[in-house]
T-cell receptor, first 114, second 111 residues
């Protein structure tokens, strides 16, 4: 669709599970982002990576652990989540520091924590 | 912190009518962007307007920006059922600054 893919598209997990969300961008961008979208709340920025370096951590609980092995891949490792963590998790990419400010989003992972 | 605030929160119109959504923001900006999100999907970038621009067009979309009032509007002309989605304004995004989104306007276009 937009050059940003996310897997899985849907995930149901218990509070004691460990799972990972994956994002891949095929746009040659240098910046990648994780957002959380809960019902009736604005999109919340979670993490920003520029050239594989984390440049923003928006006070996210440690049960969310990001990993960016290269500029094309971004992971979000999940551990001991709470039911209130159920949301749509969106990945996005952009050219980076000196590039255009538009962001390109993946389709999201719908996460349900039981 | 939330920067953009869209209104109305929800809008329902008939196919063929025009839809207008507004966005207000709090601090000075370099640009403002509009995104569309179909239900449960990712956001799609629609249009960007820079702080030195007052109006911009893209197909059936028209965006205005009034920096003195810290507001922007998105007009969709001759709406179609496929325009049904949530629309968000966002500020920031240049350099290392993250995008900050509003809560969005949910548009329903009835065929």
């Amino acid at each position: 669709e937009t050059g940003v893919t996310q897997t899985p598209r849907h995930l149901v997990m218990g509070m004691t599970n460990k799972k990972s969300l994956k994002c891949e961008q095929h746009l040659g961008h240098n910046a990648m982002y994780w957002y959380k979208q809960s019902a009736k709340k604005p999109l919340e920025l979670m993490f920003v990576y520029n050239f594989k370096e984390q440049t923003e951590n928006n006070s996210v609980p440690s049960r969310f652990s990001p990993e960016c092995p290269n500029s094309s891949h971004l992971f979000l490792h999940l551990h001991t989540l709470q039911p209130e963590d159920s949301a749509l998790y969106l990945c996005a990419s952009s050219p980076g520091t000196s590039g255009a400010p538009e962001q390109f989003f993946g389709p999201g992972t719908r996460l349900t924590v039981l | 912190s939330q920067q953009g605030e869209e209104d109305p929160q929800a809008l329902s119109i008939q196919e063929g009518e025009n839809a207008t959504m507004n966005c207000s923001y709090k601090t000075s900006i370099n640009n403002l962007q509009w995104y569309r999100q179909n239900s449960g999907r990712g956001l799609v970038h629609l249009i960007l307007i820079r702080s030195n621009e007052r109006e911009k067009h893209s197909g059936r979309l028209r965006v205005t920006l009034d920096t003195s009032k810290k507001s922007s509007s998105l007009l969709i002309t001759a709406s179609r059922a496929a325009d049904t989605a949530s629309y968000f304004c966002a500020t920031g995004g240049e350099g290392n600054t993250p995008l900050v989104f509003g809560k969005g306007t949910r548009l329903s276009v009835i065929a």
